[in-house]
């Protein structure tokens, strides 16, 4: 369920990893294997972190190529100013662009996608990433992390996870709003 705290301008939205409405804000659909789960295997804030991975193996090697998306619900940003995405995320992979590449994608009608961060580049820990929604202020978005191997060598490494996923919103009138998915 959802917690809502008023303090001064500011309302928080946050997620309790007790119920599955956190999970059910976000669908899976994850090409043939199914990958993007919660863990608690690694996560950056505990306990636990969406992984695009093999839990059994801790890697993303099916023998195949393999991809997945993790997809908001329709996002409402209708009468705000601005709005921000901010999630923390460990990108383990075989290190080499083009391949096993992670994405972070906005669209407007959830069939069209802009590529709003992409990487290739494996961490040795937890990166912060901030990438501003403010020219979607005023409408309606979707917002998905896409993993994709492009191939089927080289996948037996870790993967991608993401913890800590929030949006934050200024209204008009100056009040922000804080939503919490991880």
Same mark, same amino acid.
């Given at each position: 369920?959802?917690?809502?705290?008023?303090?001064?301008?500011?309302? %928080?939205?946050?997620?309790?990893?007790?119920?599955? @409405?956190?999970?059910?804000?976000?669908?899976?659909?994850?090409?043939?294997?199914?990958?993007? /789960?919660?863990?608690?295997?690694?996560?950056?804030?505990?306990? /636990?972190?969406?992984?695009?991975?093999?839990?059994?193996?801790?890697?993303?090697?099916?023998?195949?190529?393999?991809?997945?998306?993790?997809?908001?619900?329709? %996002?409402?940003?209708?009468?705000?100013?601005?709005?921000? #995405?901010?999630?923390? /995320?460990?990108?383990?992979?075989?290190?080499?662009?083009?391949?096993? @590449?992670?994405? @972070?994608?906005?669209?407007?009608?959830?069939?069209?996608?802009?590529?709003?961060?992409?990487?290739? #580049?494996?961490?040795?820990?937890?990166?912060?990433?901030?990438?501003?929604?403010?020219?979607?202020?005023?409408?309606?978005?979707?917002?998905?992390?896409?993993?994709?191997?492009?191939?089927? %060598?080289?996948?037996?490494?870790?993967?991608?996870?993401?913890?800590?996923?929030?949006?934050?919103?200024?209204?008009?009138?100056?009040?922000?709003?804080?939503?919490?998915?991880?």
């Amino acid at each position: 369920f959802f917690f809502f705290k008023q303090k001064t301008a500011y309302e %928080i939205k946050e997620c309790d990893w007790s119920s599955d @409405v956190c999970s059910s804000d976000l669908s899976n659909t994850a090409g043939e294997n199914g990958m993007w /789960h919660i863990t608690d295997y690694k996560s950056s804030s505990p306990t /636990h972190a969406w992984y695009y991975g093999l839990e059994n193996t801790k890697t993303y090697n099916t023998g195949s190529s393999n991809y997945g998306y993790l997809t908001s619900q329709e %996002i409402d940003l209708t009468g705000l100013d601005n709005a921000s #995405l901010e999630f923390k /995320h460990c990108l383990t992979t075989e290190d080499y662009s083009p391949y096993d @590449v992670a994405k @972070v994608e906005i669209s407007e009608d959830g069939t069209t996608w802009v590529i709003m961060y992409q990487s290739t #580049l494996s961490l040795t820990a937890w990166e912060d990433v901030l990438i501003e929604l403010s020219a979607y202020a005023g409408k309606k978005i979707f917002i998905r992390f896409y993993f994709n191997t492009l191939d089927s %060598i080289y996948n037996s490494y870790e993967g991608w996870l993401i913890d800590d996923i929030k949006r934050s919103e200024e209204r008009r009138g100056g009040k922000e709003c804080r939503s919490r998915w991880s």
